[in-house]
């Protein structure tokens, strides 16, 4: 079976600072790795995935992700958080195998950025 | 090139009652995905359908619920004699049906209130 988990159910940030939102995962193979960011009374937008590769993934909004596979970790980061980043993050997974692209989510991370 | 199309955004039925909601996957996809996401518990799978066959539905509760992707038209899940419990926002998702590495795209979700 596979999982992931977001231990921290919010997180707040200063505007310009930098954030991470923390996903880890377990899979019973290789997995591919999808962030997914929710606004309020919305459906979820993809943000960014990882497949294969580098370790570094760049996605949407100045988003980006490391995959580390010792770790089984894949935070999601931004270098400089806007107000506009707030929302609720999601951290899914998918193995390689079968299943067409049914994902497994986390529970959320609410990510606060604040003036 | 429109997007998932789910309707309607918000359902209200009284215990006792059957509420349908209905997803039109985005142009070109032929995988359909239900999802639904309860507060505090993130977004949990119900059932992988492609045209006239269901999948996976081991997200399913074993009574009351069923889905179908009809060869022509939108997907429907089904949910008969709604109690309290099934309150919550169900979200329906497409992706290309021979690529299996892809995302999710999502619809803006049904909102269910069962009073």
């Known amino acids: 079976a596979q999982s992931v988990a977001q231990p921290e159910d919010q997180v707040n940030v200063a505007e310009g600072n930098p954030l991470t939102v923390k996903c880890t995962y377990s899979?019973?193979?290789?997995?591919?790795l999808f962030w997914y960011v929710q606004y309020p009374n919305r459906g979820l937008q993809f943000l960014l995935k990882?497949?294969?590769?580098?370790?570094l993934v760049k996605g949407s909004y100045g988003f980006e992700a490391e995959f580390n596979k010792s770790q089984t970790s894949f935070h999601l980061k931004k270098p400089s958080a806007l107000v506009s980043d707030s929302a609720l993050y999601f951290c899914a997974v998918k193995v390689i195998t079968g299943g067409g692209n049914k994902l497994t989510f986390g529970t959320g991370t609410q990510l606060k950025v604040e003036l | 090139n429109a997007g998932v199309m789910q309707n309607p955004r918000h359902l209200v039925r009284r215990r006792g009652q059957e509420a349908r909601l209905r997803c039109s996957p985005m142009k070109g996809h032929s995988h359909v995905y239900w999802y639904r996401q309860l507060p505090e518990e993130g977004l949990k799978f119900m059932v992988y359908l492609q045209k006239e066959n269901i999948i996976d539905e081991s997200g399913m509760p074993k009574e009351r619920f069923s889905a179908e992707f009809p060869k022509e038209g939108p997907s429907i899940l089904r949910i008969q004699q709604v109690v309290r419990g099934d309150s919550a926002a169900y979200f329906c998702a497409s992706s290309r049906g021979t690529v299996n590495t892809g995302e999710l795209f999502f619809g803006e979700g049904s909102r269910l209130t069962v009073l």
């Open positions: 899979v019973s193979g290789n997995p591919y």
């Open positions: 990882y497949i294969t590769g580098d370790n």
